[in-house]
């Protein structure tokens, strides 16, 4: 037999890539989301042979994640992750050296990538385009917020009725748009079931930017805690059928808020009367997105 029949009868026999079967991704626990690679292709004879370089990441096992840093020499390489895409993997020497499953664009063939890592205390977070560090702690916070946020943004309950709590934002300083949140303070008034107003200082949580409510608009709460912390209801202008959540934590005052050209004024509720006309209760509520 002559070594062109015996290359093309193994030829023959072998599955290909694509008929191989799937590994097990229960096999498979760890996760891993790649910020920065550096990769070099090698060649024999024109052919490409291997790749080989080094990267950072974080290992996500379960509920712990960790920064680290690797280096591999594989068959094609990991290559940055787009938004929260991982790469599967699991331990081959515990604390030193784990192995990823790659595949490739455009074919079901799945390739086995061998990566000698190192462990960091920190994880790595990209902000502003720069990739950071942030402690466990401030990890924890950040990913804290981020679920605060999403849940914010698809409110269950969305049935105006239910959110009979006046409100009126007259002032409004919000910080950083941290971990999608927006974080602020301010002053307002919410009103009784009389419609009369009372002052309130307040602290904001809010996925979305707020506004300050104008003249004789209101957003739409409801109470969590009575007198201390209240929801209010978002829509927004561009679609309606988009809504959000904030969330006031409140210290109520017997006075009354004015907008004034000097800035907040706290007037008694009997001045406010005489000097302001009493705010009516529309059916628009101020909140929008």
Not at 29 to 55: C, E, I, K, T
Not at 83 to 106: H, N
Not at 125 to 139: A, F, K, N, P
Not at 147 to 173: F, G, I, N, Q, W
């Amino acid at each position: 037999m002559t070594l062109k029949s015996v290359v093309a009868l193994l030829a023959f026999c072998l599955p290909a890539a694509s008929a191989l079967a799937s590994p097990d991704l229960s096999q498979y626990p760890l996760r891993v989301q790649v910020f920065r690679d550096h990769a070099s292709n090698h060649y024999w004879d024109g052919m490409y042979d291997y790749s080989h370089g080094h990267g950072k990441a974080n290992l996500i096992d379960g509920t712990l994640t960790n920064a680290m840093v690797y280096e591999f020499r594989c068959d094609g390489h990991p290559t940055s992750s787009e938004a929260d895409e991982t790469y599967p993997a699991r331990w081959k020497k515990p604390g030193t050296e784990i192995e990823l499953l790659m595949g490739r664009v455009g074919s079901e063939h799945i390739t086995k990538c061998s990566l000698a890592v190192t462990l960091k205390p920190y994880v790595y977070h990209v902000r502003d385009g720069s990739l950071i560090t942030m402690t466990q702690e401030e990890w924890a916070a950040w990913q804290a917020r981020s679920a605060e946020s999403k849940e914010a943004r698809m409110p269950m309950d969305t049935d105006y009725a239910h959110y009979p709590v006046k409100v009126s934002l007259l002032h409004l300083e919000l910080g950083e748009h941290l971990a999608h949140i927006y974080s602020g303070v301010g002053q307002g008034n919410i009103l009784d079931a009389q419609g009369v107003p009372h002052g309130v200082d307040f602290a904001i949580h809010c996925p979305v930017q707020v506004h300050e409510s104008p003249e004789g608009r209101y957003y739409r709460g409801r109470w969590d805690v009575e007198s201390h912390q209240l929801t209010i209801l978002l829509h927004s202008y561009e679609d309606p059928s988009k809504f959000a959540t904030c969330t006031l934590k409140t210290v109520m005052h017997n006075d009354v808020y004015l907008r004034t050209a000097a800035g907040i004024e706290a007037v008694s509720v009997a001045k406010y009367q005489e000097t302001h006309k009493p705010e009516v209760a529309s059916n628009t509520p101020a909140g929008g997105q």
